[in-house]
C-alpha cells in the first residue's frame, strides 16, 4: 500500500538513515504533500504524474479516485456533486481540487481523522482512505521481567506470581509483545550490535563483564519464555486466576486492576496482535526512516541496566535525529459503498495505557526486593556488630 495524496498530521521529521532493516509487515511508498496550492505540482502529486506513461493511466487514476469520492460522500453525508467536481479543473489539478474539498468536510466532520489517496501493488490506483492515529509520542513500553522471575524463584506473593504468569502469556502468546531472548527481537538485535561495538572498542575492558551480563539474562528470558510463553496453561488459567485473586497491599491491587484491562483485551479481541494496527507508510513516506513498534515495544531484564540504559540512549537518538514514530492507527478504504467506518481504537487505548502501567508497577516490585535485600543486609551486619536494628 502506497500513499500518493494525504495530509501531514503525523510527525514529521528530517529524513535519518536506519541502523538496521526490521521485520515489516508491508512494503509501501508514502508522497505526503504540503497544503498550498502553489505546490501541488511540486509536491503533492509529482510521483503520480512522473508514472503515467499513457495516457489511459490517467483516464484509470481519475475514475478510481473519483468513484471513491462518491463513496467518502455518501458515507458521511457530504454531499458532493462528484460529476461537477471531475469537470471543475484538468487533470491532476481536478483531483487535488477535489481532494482538498474533501478533505476540508472530512476535518469539520471529525477533526481527529486524516484523508489520503492510496494505491497498492494489485488493483488500487487512487482510493481515498480515511484513518485515524493512537498518538504514543515518544512514549517506550519496556516490560522489566526480572524482578517477575525472583518472585517465582523465592516463591513470594504466589497468587500474584500465578496472575502475572498468565498475564505475560497473553502479552507474548497473543498480543505479541516479543521477548529480549528471542533472536528476531530487538532487544536481542541491540545486545549484538553492543557486544561486536566493544570487541571493536574495548578501551575500558567492559567486553567481559556485558557479556558475561548478556548470558545470565538471556537465560533468565530463555527459562520464562519456555515456563510461560510456550506453555497454554497459563493462559486458559488467565480468568480463574483473575477472578479468584484477592490482594493483600496497594501493589497487589493495581495489578488485579490491571490484569483486568488485559483480560478485557483478551476477551473483546482474543486472537488480537498489538502490530496489527501498525500500517507502515500509511501517515507518511516510506522512504524515510522510521521508529517501528519492536524498537519501542518488548520485554527485557531490568531496568537501569546495561541493556536498558544503551536502548533508551538508542532511541533517543533516533527521536532527537528525525526518525517518523511508526504509531498504532485505523483506516477504512473507500474502494466501495459503505456505511460510516467506526474507525476504532479501543484495543489500543486500553493495551498502551496498560502496558504502561504493568512496567511501571514491576519498576515497583523491583524496588521492593532491592530494599528488602538492603534491610536483610543491614540486619545480618548489625546482628554480626551485636547492634539492634530497631525492628521487631
Known amino acids: 500500500m502506497a500513499t500518493l495524496l494525504g495530509n501531514s498530521r503525523v510527525s514529521a521529521h528530517p529524513q535519518l538513515t536506519p541502523r538496521r532493516g ?25 510521483p503520480v504524474v512522473e508514472e503515467l506513461a499513457e495516457l489511459h493511466d490517467q483516464a484509470i487514476i481519475e475514475a478510481e479516485f473519483f468513484q471513491s469520492l462518491l463513496f467518502l460522500s455518501q458515507a458521511y453525508g457530504f454531499g ?47 482510493t481515498l482512505a480515511v484513518y485515524k492515529v493512537y498518538e504514543t509520542g515518544f512514549s517506550s513500553y519496556y ?33 505479541g509483545v516479543a521477548f ?41 528470558g530463555s527459562i520464562l519464555q519456555r515456563y510461560i510463553g510456550w506453555n497454554q496453561r497459563h493462559l486458559d488459567a488467565f480468568e480463574t486466576r483473575h477472578q479468584s485473586f484477592r490482594p493483600t497491599d496497594e501493589w497487589e491491587e493495581a495489578l488485579h486492576r490491571i490484569s483486568g484491562s488485559f483480560l478485557s483485551l483478551y476477551r473483546q479481541y ?32 531490568q531496568w537501569g541496566d546495561w541493556v536498558h540504559d544503551n536502548i533508551l540512549e538508542s532511541l533517543d537518538c533516533d527521536f532527537n535525529g528525525g526518525g ?5 492507527l485505523a483506516y477504512h478504504l473507500f474502494d466501495r459503498p459503505c456505511a460510516k467506518p467506526p474507525l476504532c481504537l ?46 521487631q
Open 346 to 391: 479501543a484495543f489500543e487505548e486500553v493495551f498502551y495505557t496498560s502496558l504502561d502501567e504493568l512496567a511501571d508497577l514491576l519498576k515497583n516490585l523491583a524496588d521492593e526486593q532491592h530494599n528488602r535485600k538492603l534491610r536483610e543486609v543491614v540486619s545480618a551486619d548489625a546482628g554480626t556488630a551485636g547492634l539492634s536494628t530497631g525492628e
Open 22 to 46: 526490521s521485520q515489516r509487515r508491508s512494503e509501501t511508498t508514502l508522497f505526503t504533500a504540503e497544503s498550498a496550492t502553489n505546490g501541488f505540482l511540486r509536491y503533492r502529486f509529482e
Open 143 to 175: 516490560i522489566p521481567l526480572e524482578p517477575f522471575y525472583q518472585t517465582l524463584k523465592g516463591k513470594s506473593r504466589l497468587s500474584a506470581s500465578a496472575l502475572l504468569c498468565s498475564l505475560v502469556s497473553y502479552l507474548h502468546t497473543v498480543a
Open 180 to 220: 529480549f531472548s528471542d533472536e528476531s527481537s530487538f532487544v536481542y538485535y541491540q545486545c549484538d550490535m553492543m557486544a561486536e561495538s566493544m570487541r571493536e572498542d574495548d578501551e575500558e575492558n567492559q567486553l567481559a563483564d556485558f557479556e558475561t551480563l548478556l548470558t545470565n539474562t538471556r537465560l533468565g
Open 324 to 328: 517518523y514514530v511508526e504509531e498504532p
Open 80 to 126: 458532493f456533486d462528484v460529476t461537477a467536481m471531475e469537470n471543475t479543473s484538468v487533470y491532476p489539478h481536478n483531483v487535488f481540487l477535489a481532494f482538498s474539498q474533501a478533505e476540508a468536510a472530512l476535518q469539520a466532520a471529525d477533526p481527529n481523522a486524516s484523508l489520503a489517496i492510496i494505491e497498492d501493488d494489485d488493483t488500487l490506483r487512487s
Open 270 to 301: 482474543p486472537d488480537r496482535a498489538y502490530y496489527r494496527s501498525y500500517e507502515r507508510g500509511l501517515a507518511h513516506s516510506d522512504d524515510d526512516y522510521s521508529i517501528d513498534p519492536d524498537q519501542r515495544i518488548g520485554f527485557l531484564w
